[in-house]
């Protein structure tokens, strides 16, 4: 059992206390509230294995990267730590990121050191499916150590990637057609699959059982909803086409980037779907990125819609997520919202709300506890808890 008290706390749960306290016990938030309505405060004291002071400092929960590729390629290593995209196959959806992430990649330090406590991290968008993504902590003894859930949801890819992958050497998808027609194939499978898994279960002995299919076993976490499309749509065209197959099929779908998102922002409302946005600190490397704004988080928010913000890592490095959500506050997002947008809106579109994104009883004790704002350029992060366990404290000159 540890106490935090004096600090500002953004709980992220619709309450800021500007005086306030956190009593951390056994890796769990046990309680939060304002300082002067600290229970038993002396004898918190005592028990207590450690007190934080953090007057004058702003303490929040640990940020959440809704959408990256962390420890999928590797920090300064090249091909050999390249597993982000097993571009031999346009359908990959029995792929689990966990068993290429190499979990003692230096970016997951940094991300930790700069008040990310958790990525949502797995493949790439070669693939029309590429396979399953899954919410790790940034600290663990090994990837097994580090899981939140897994897998979180199955990435698919719309648009430019699958085509320049496959295109180029005359396999299908050469179009945005015939990504659209082999995702829809393959779902179709799943629930072709599915029925007769179904009907295996109810014959009697002696029929011949269906063949097990490990592509298909993976499928049905998105058709029986345990787990949604993450669907990679940069433009308009493409995020009305993952819509349109969501809809075919009753399935759950994000859109991940979202970079046209204003476009068709009254039809991302109708169906009451969320957008991971980002990475929108780049150059426009490629014509999908031709409308790419840093006002989108802002202008799809204010619009209604649910917004995470995402790095895309290493495209934008893990570290400076909280630089993308301060940029969208400079281009018109409120600050709030920005905050949720990489706190509990992105806990929430990921589906692990249960245990991370704010700062409640109950919820896994990761803390960040900041000298200042944390969308003030010059702000560090002065102490990082995960589970409860101090991870990283910074030196003090």
């Not at 294995?49 to 953090?54: E, F, G, N, T, W």
């Not at 420890?71 to 290593?77: F, L, R």
């Not at 859109?255 to 998102?261: D, K, P, R």
């Not at 409308?291 to 570290?319: C, E, F, R, W, Y």
Request: a negative charge; hydrophobic letters at 40%; glycine letters at 8%.
């Amino acid at each position: 059992m540890f106490l935090i008290k004096n600090g500002k706390i953004y709980t992220m749960a619709g309450n800021v206390y500007e005086n306030g306290y956190i009593l951390v016990d056994g890796g769990k938030i046990a309680r939060v509230g304002e300082e002067k309505d600290c229970p038993d405060e002396k004898d918190f004291d005592c028990k207590c294995s450690m007190v934080i002071d953090a007057g004058g400092k702003y303490v929040l929960p640990g940020f959440i990267d809704a959408h990256c590729h962390v420890g999928m390629w590797e920090d300064s290593t090249g091909f050999e730590g390249a597993d982000g995209n097993e571009s031999t196959d346009p359908v990959t959806p029995q792929l689990r990121a966990i068993d290429g992430i190499y979990h003692l990649d230096r970016t997951f330090v940094e991300a930790r050191e700069n008040g990310v406590t958790t990525v949502v991290t797995g493949p790439g968008s070669a693939n029309v499916i590429g396979g399953q993504f899954a919410a790790l902590k940034t600290y663990g003894k090994s990837v097994d150590d580090m899981i939140i859930k897994e897998p979180v949801a199955i990435k698919a890819a719309f648009g430019e990637n699958p085509k320049r992958t496959y295109g180029g050497n005359k396999k299908m998808p050469l179009t945005r057609m015939a990504t659209a027609a082999l995702l829809r194939e393959n779902l179709k499978k799943a629930l072709e699959y599915k029925k007769t898994m179904e009907s295996d279960n109810k014959e009697s002995e002696g029929k011949e059982k269906t063949k097990f299919d490990m592509k298909m076993d993976a499928l049905l976490k998105v058709l029986n909803k345990e787990v949604p499309l993450k669907a990679h749509a940069h433009r308009a065209d493409d995020i009305l086409t993952a819509i349109r197959i969501a809809k075919e099929f009753d399935i759950n779908i994000t859109i991940e980037h979202c970079t046209e998102g204003k476009y068709v922002k009254d039809i991302l409302i109708k169906e009451g779907i969320p957008a991971i946005i980002g990475p929108f600190l780049t150059d426009r490397s490629k014509v999908e990125l031709k409308n790419l704004s840093v006002k989108t988080p802002g202008i799809l928010s204010k619009a209604g819609i649910k917004v995470a913000i995402m790095t895309d890592h290493p495209v934008i490095p893990v570290q400076n997520l909280w630089l993308c959500a301060a940029m969208a506050v400079r281009e018109g997002m409120e600050e709030e919202e920005a905050l949720k947008a990489i706190t509990i809106n992105a806990a929430e579109i990921t589906g692990i709300a249960d245990r991370v994104g704010s700062l409640e009883p109950g919820k896994d004790a990761d803390i960040v506890i900041f000298n200042g704002h944390p969308f003030d350029i010059k702000t560090r992060v002065v102490t990082t808890i995960i589970n409860g366990e101090v991870i990283y404290k910074e030196v003090e000159n």
